[in-house]
């Protein structure tokens, strides 16, 4: 009794897609190709426009002290 992919009528015994589910993606196929590169552009979009805010800050109003902070010495314990 074959089971998994090859009880699909979707799918050929050599794993490729059969002709049914390309006829039956084709519908949805330019849909769903300008809803990725949407998604593409927004995320890209973002991205962009976090570079260019985090770029634009100088970082002037921060103090950075002289010497790094020496921790104190702990007495020795008994």
Known sequence: ????????????????????????????LVK?????LSLVALTIGIYAYTLR????DDFSDVKVPDAPATPKQQPEQK
């Open 53 to 56: 805010a985090v770029g634009q």
């Open 32 to 36: 769903n190709t300008v809803t990725g």
């Open 1 to 28: 009794m074959p089971t998994g992919i090859f009880n699909s009528t979707y799918y050929g015994k050599d794993y490729r897609a059969g002709s049914a589910l390309l006829r039956a993606r084709r519908p949805y």
